[in-house]
């Protein structure tokens, strides 16, 4: 797989009429605050949400209709893609912009840039293999502090779409 790395998310609500901006520096980045409940773990979500993800957010947080905007690098590419709902917009380098309109649009493209190579059977026979949507390139990588102590690799929801999966995404 290639190297991917984070480099700034823009957050703007609809609901609430504000924004925020985080940057993200090239090695590790700690996220702390003086309180509890004020959005640490919804600022990790958040990163991968706007890659397609289903994270577990409290109902405060899904209902303020934001968009997101992340940059990174995929090493010498720097990217931004943009989330509203299900549809999501990648910019690369100097290229045009490309929308994707679902989810499972977007796998096989980010699938490609990432170099994961995974492939699952789809619970609908004739489907046969298909590229699984980004939740499960981020797996290794995110563990849910309520969901994923219980219960090992579910700290996405929505990943019923397969059947079987661990032992190939882990291998």
Known sequence: MRNLQFKQLLLISDTQKSGNQFKFEKGYNL?????????????AKLLLWTFGCEPDFDTTWESNYCRTLVNFSIEEDEISILR??????????????IKFSSIGDFAKHFANKVNFKVLLPSRVEEKGL??????????????????SWSNAWDSFNSLQHFANWKQTVIK
């Open 130 to 147: 298909e590229t699984p949507p980004p939740a499960y390139y981020f797996l290794p990588f995110y563990i849910d502090q309520k969901k």
């Open 84 to 97: 509203y709902g299900s549809v999501i917009y990648w910019k690369e380098n100097e290229s045009e912009l």
């Open 31 to 43: 996220i702390t605050a003086d309180d509890n409940s004020v959005g640490k773990s919804t600022l």
